[in-house]
């Protein structure tokens, strides 16, 4: 592409080329279009863009319904109580002679590996928004922004590698010290919570960083100048007046990240194991939902079966409570914009 | 209010907060650092012209990356082929033509949830709608209707079964959303005197979205589709799901074949408990890094070279 805007002849294809002055060529014209023609061919146009719209609607009416029946399928099952997978607390569908199908040890686990990821990231990446949208240079800024930018593009099967193969044995150096407490409750076995979680937070931090960053940079000036002329120091300025500025801004980055987190699989399907318990014990093994749709559709349960089908009704849950996070967080920039214009 | 701060205290702060700053933002650029050095430490040793033209084997050393590139490869271009259009053309329904009705503001907001939906409930849609089109053709693949010869190029089978077109579309399904939101935003920085300027001139409302909006907007749309891209290529969670190969000798033939893709493979040898598969894991990595490099940087090249002021 030469230039944004094509030449003026694409536009006015009935009418004579050539500058004022050029005797008419009548055969340039051509034979005119009807206006019934070019009108139907508008509203055809406009017709199948409207229908590729309409697609993204089909997709989540597609998403729901096929959750909602398999979901549905599962709990027929007489393994199955409604009850128990709201309240129980024991998931075991594939050990053991009486299978249990209690949601909350997986919810549990995405907890424990989301709070971890959540307090190394939320903090990191909002300091480092608030040095890059208030402290730093132009030059400083410009070589930072591209090194985030790779970050945020990074598979995140790469994290989980790097959980697994760098993270992890840098724990396992602690084992030593952690041995002597709690009989030993703590020390970092191959598969563990922190190691994923700590992944995970280096995933979401450019997403924290960059989303924080759009919305503190969307505060104006007056607000800065008039907090300089007020005596504040830069600290006062930033951390008391453009941030709460912009609180519904990085709220809902928050919001996001955390919901990418919960989302997230390939990192904790590498690095968290595969023992679905309710714990808080950052060094413990867990399995998050995630992680258990994994297991099951690597091919470790038979297809049509019960553990089978109870991947869609832990699908469902996921795709609940990262809908809950999403909308809470448009929720939030509607409703507690600051508007200063 | 608190006790007045003293000068000395306000100095103080300020001087703290900016080292916070300083060492918070040091953090992200050295686990940076220390993650793309650890991976290159580790897999460098794999990367030689081998490791791009063999395909999986059980042992360490006579294995590559040509079957998951090549599947990678064949993925991403139906997901680019589906995706570009249906969300670009919705991009445009939204912004140029449609009225802000119920029903828009129903859809826009629809969009921006779609974009939170983790990627492996994507799959499991993909599972169903096209591995296994909801039943429609039976419940498995021998009774599937055939159109086509399965050695040719065009052999089409429904359903589509665990087939590089399956797992094309689910990813187009992931992607969707990011390209219909970066579409739009393209669209929405034209100034809207380009649009009156056509409109005045007598061209209908699709000969100036055509002929003016859109060829102004293909550096927005470019950038926004390239990254979108790059997310499809690293994406694994949904196609674990609509039943991606794990171990595979074969690159694809048509859109029937079976295939593996790139993430999957580093997925499956940092599985393994062997320190050689591992290696290899670093070495697939490296490939895939190369490949999302360069796409970042045809995705800046583009944004500098062809954006230039409107007005």
């Known amino acids: 592409m030469t230039s944004p805007v094509p030449p003026a002849s694409d536009l006015t294809s009935g009418l004579p080329r050539g500058g004022p002055g050029t005797p008419l060529d009548l055969r340039s014209l051509g034979r005119p279009r009807s206006v019934r023609t070019r009108d139907l061919r508008e ?97 400083v800024r410009s070589a930072l922004k591209p090194a985030l930018e790779i970050l945020a593009g990074i598979p995140t099967v790469v994290y989980g590698f790097f959980a697994l193969m760098v993270i992890t044995p840098l724990l396992q150096r602690l084992n030593p010290a952690l041995e002597g407490i709690a009989d030993g409750a703590f020390v970092f076995g191959n598969y563990n919570a922190l190691s994923a979680g700590l992944a995970m937070g280096i995933m979401i931090l450019p997403i924290v960083c960059s989303l924080s960053e759009d919305a503190l940079r969307a505060v104006p000036r007056g607000l800065r100048d008039g907090a300089f002329a007020l005596g504040g120091t830069r600290f006062d300025v ?104 | 209010m608190a006790t007045p701060r003293t000068n000395a205290t306000r100095v103080f702060q300020n001087r703290a907060f900016l080292w916070v700053c300083l060492v918070a933002t040091n953090v992200a650029v050295l686990v940076l650092a220390v993650l793309l050095l650890s991976i290159f430490w580790q897999g460098f040793g794999e990367l030689d012209w081998d490791f791009l033209t063999k395909s999986a084997s059980r042992k360490a050393e006579d294995a590559g990356i040509k079957a998951p590139l090549w599947g990678s490869i064949w993925v991403c271009a139906i997901c680019a082929l589906t995706a570009l259009p249906l969300g670009v053309g919705t991009a445009i329904y939204l912004e140029e033509f449609a009225k802000r009705t119920r029903f828009t503001r129903i859809v826009q907001t629809n969009i921006l949830n779609l974009a939170g939906v983790p990627s492996i409930v994507y799959g499991i849609l993909g599972l169903t709608a096209f591995v296994r089109m909801f039943g429609l053709f039976g419940s498995n693949l021998e009774n599937a209707i055939e159109l086509g010869n399965p050695e040719s190029l065009f052999y089409l089978r429904l359903p589509f079964g665990s087939s590089v077109l399956a797992a094309g579309l689910t990813l187009m399904l992931v992607i969707l959303p990011i390209v219909i939101i970066s579409t739009q935003e393209a669209l929405r920085a034209i100034p809207s005197s380009l649009r009156s300027g056509a409109m005045a001139l007598g061209a209908t409302p699709w000969q100036t979205v055509w002929g003016i909006t859109l060829p102004a907007a293909v550096p927005g749309i470019m950038t926004g589709a390239i990254l979108a891209m790059s997310r499809a290529i690293g994406e694994s969670a949904p196609l674990l799901v609509v039943g991606s190969a794990l171990f595979l000798r074969f690159t694809p033939e048509n859109l029937m074949s079976e295939y593996s893709v790139l993430p999957l493979q580093i997925f499956n040898w940092a599985q393994r408990p062997q320190a050689e598969f591992h290696a290899l894991a670093a070495g697939g990595i490296i490939i895939q890094l190369v490949v999302l490099l360069a796409f970042n940087g045809i995705a800046v090249l583009i944004r500098q070279k062809l954006q230039k002021p409107l007005l």
């Open chain 1, 43 to 139: 509203r055809l146009i406009v017709g199948s863009l409207a229908i590729a719209a309409t697609f993204s609607v089909a997709v989540t009416f597609g998403i729901v319904l096929v959750l909602a029946t398999e979901t549905l399928g599962f709990f027929r099952f007489d393994e199955v109580s409604v009850a128990e997978f709201f309240t129980g607390s024991e998931w075991n569908p594939l050990l053991g002679a009486e299978k249990h199908f209690g949601i909350w040890p997986l919810v549990a686990g995405t907890l424990l590996v989301t709070v971890i990821a959540a307090s190394f990231a939320l903090p990191l990446g909002l300091v480092s928004a608030i040095y890059l949208s208030e402290y730093a240079s132009p030059r």
């Open chain 1, 238 to 341: 930033s951390v008391k007046v453009v941030v709460p500025a912009a609180l519904s801004g990085i709220v809902a980055a928050f919001l996001l990240a955390i919901s990418r987190a919960i989302g997230e699989t390939m990192i904790v399907a590498l690095a968290a194991g595969g023992v679905a318990q309710i714990t808080a014990n950052p060094s413990a093994e867990v399995q998050t939902m995630t992680a258990y749709m994994v297991q099951i559709f690597l091919g470790d349960a038979p297809a049509g079966g019960v553990e089978y089908k109870s991947s869609y009704a832990v699908a469902a849950t996921l795709f609940v409570i990262t809908l809950l996070l999403t909308m809470l967080g448009q929720y939030i920039l509607r409703r507690f914009r600051e508007e200063y214009d």
